[in-house]
């Protein structure tokens, strides 16, 4: 079936550092591919989303390209604030499906 | 445009008690969802109504979880009798629809549930 590996974190950053959490996925056919971000105390957001190879989805400062030869997903960002501390989930949405199949989150702590 | 809204926040129940959650999606969503986040992972889908109708329960654990989408708007998840492994935070969510294209689904904060 579906499914979304992406790195474990915490992943620790200083206030500007450049930020990759990368992202792989295995799913038949052709899906589509997401990067929601929660908040603490939040709901899941959408923060981006590419539906075909070689898209790059992009929000807020965030990119993601999705490499179809690789199967990755990886988001990145050139300057994190710490307004991005939060958990990020890469997820895709099998063709020809709406349902998501989500990674396990990985956790972004910046600090000042 | 209000959001996705759900009751309660947070719950505590001793295991084999009886609990429902509460989910009242954006208004004109046909959609909704209710996933299961187990802390430390990412959601996984329960359940999918599209109006009133299931289109996915594959992953509801029936013995003892059910849903329902009264009139095709507010729906209630409800676990009886609860597990110590149900621990986990419900979320809901809706679309415009969803069948067989995807439209961004929006979340509501979800419920935190803590079985003793």
Same mark, same amino acid.
């Given at each position: 079936?579906?499914?979304?590996?992406?790195?474990?974190?915490?992943?620790?950053?200083?206030?500007?550092?450049?930020?990759?959490?990368?992202?792989?996925?295995?799913?038949?056919?052709?899906?589509?591919?997401?990067?929601?971000?929660?908040?603490?105390?939040?709901?899941?957001?959408?923060?981006?989303?590419?539906?075909?190879?070689?898209?790059?989805?992009?929000?807020?400062?965030?990119?993601?390209?999705?490499?179809?030869?690789?199967?990755?997903?990886?988001?990145?960002?050139?300057?994190?604030?710490?307004?991005?501390?939060?958990?990020?989930?890469?997820?895709?949405?099998?063709?020809?499906?709406?349902?998501?199949?989500?990674?396990?989150?990985?956790?972004?702590?910046?600090?000042? | 445009?209000?959001?996705?809204?759900?009751?309660?926040?947070?719950?505590?129940?001793?295991?084999?008690?009886?609990?429902?959650?509460?989910?009242?999606?954006?208004?004109?969503?046909? *959609? #909704?969802?209710?996933?299961?986040?187990? &802390?430390?992972?990412?959601?996984?889908? @329960?359940?999918?109504?599209?109006?009133? =109708?299931?289109?996915?329960?594959?992953?509801?654990?029936?013995?003892?979880?059910?849903?329902?989408?009264?009139?095709?708007?507010?729906? *209630? #998840?409800?676990?009886?009798?609860?597990? &110590?492994?149900?621990?986990?935070?419900? @979320?809901?969510?809706?679309?415009?629809? =969803?069948?067989?294209?995807?439209?961004?689904?929006?979340?509501?904060?979800?419920?935190?549930?803590?079985?003793?």
């Amino acid at each position: 079936g579906d499914s979304v590996t992406q790195m474990e974190g915490p992943v620790t950053l200083s206030e500007e550092a450049f930020l990759t959490i990368n992202c792989t996925y295995t799913a038949t056919g052709y899906p589509s591919l997401f990067w929601y971000v929660q908040y603490p105390g939040e709901g899941l957001q959408l923060l981006l989303k590419a539906t075909k190879a070689d898209d790059k989805g992009s929000n807020k400062g965030f990119e993601a390209t999705y490499r179809k030869e690789t199967t990755s997903f990886h988001l990145e960002k050139g300057s994190v604030q710490v307004s991005d501390s939060a958990v990020y989930f890469c997820a895709l949405s099998g063709a020809g499906y709406s349902t998501l199949t989500f990674g396990k989150g990985t956790m972004l702590l910046v600090s000042p | 445009e209000a959001g996705v809204a759900q009751s309660p926040r947070y719950k505590i129940i001793e295991k084999r008690q009886s609990v429902a959650f509460w989910c009242n999606p954006i208004s004109g969503h046909a *959609t #909704l969802y209710w996933y299961q986040q187990i &802390l430390g992972q990412g959601p996984k889908l @329960l359940i999918q109504f599209q109006n009133n =109708g299931v289109v996915d329960d594959s992953q509801l654990p029936k013995d003892r979880f059910s849903a329902e989408r009264l009139k095709g708007v507010d729906s *209630t #998840l409800k676990i009886q009798p609860a597990k &110590l492994e149900d621990s986990a935070v419900y @979320l809901c969510a809706s679309s415009l629809r =969803g069948r067989d294209t995807f439209y961004e689904q929006y979340f509501g904060p979800g419920t935190r549930l803590t079985v003793t």
